[in-house]
């Protein structure tokens, strides 16, 4: 699920319209105010809140943008170039600040258009994006040392059948 769907975002833009009048309004009063002060405390009844709903709707809007799905794909890969071609969901959702399944969902989309490879190692999955894993990354066969290419589709030594691992030079 991709978090923060339409409503947050109409949410966000009424707030931010519903801000302008109120805006307006307070610093209507705050004019007001400068020839009598009684005023002042009414402009700050409309400056306030107008000001609080400005920022929250932008905050919000800014948010939102960060964790679109065109954002978090070029983050991701900027995160996977930084950690030699290797990511993981829980480094995904520590980076962005994303809940696992928003994380996990955006890896398993970039999987299914075949920008990485999948490795499961213990009881998490790697996903290794090709496009800029280091240019000397091979797979090799921990048993009996044969070497593949790594965008090799193969997991397992076809010598040995041992599970193949990707090695960085
Ligand atoms: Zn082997």
Known sequence: MIEGGTM??????????????????GGIFLIAAASNPSRLLTSMFFLLPGAALLI?????????AEISPEALETG???????????????QVQSEFRISQDLALSMLERMHGQGN??????????????????????????????????VRSAMRECPNCGGALEIVKE
Request: aromatic share 6%; proline share 4%; hydrophobic share 45%.
């Open 116 to 149: 990485t490879l999948r490795e499961r190692r213990g009881d998490h999955d790697v996903y290794l994006f090709k496009s800029v894993m280091p240019a000397k990354a091979i797979k090799r066969c921990p048993y009996c040392g044969s070497e593949y290419a």
């Open 8 to 25: 947050s975002r109409t949410g966000a833009i009424i707030a931010i319209i519903a801000s302008i009048p109120l805006l307006i309004l």
């Open 76 to 90: 991701i890969v900027d995160l996977a170039r930084r950690l030699d071609g290797e990511v993981t969901v829980a």
């Open 56 to 64: 929250w709707g932008a905050t919000r809007l800014r948010r939102l």
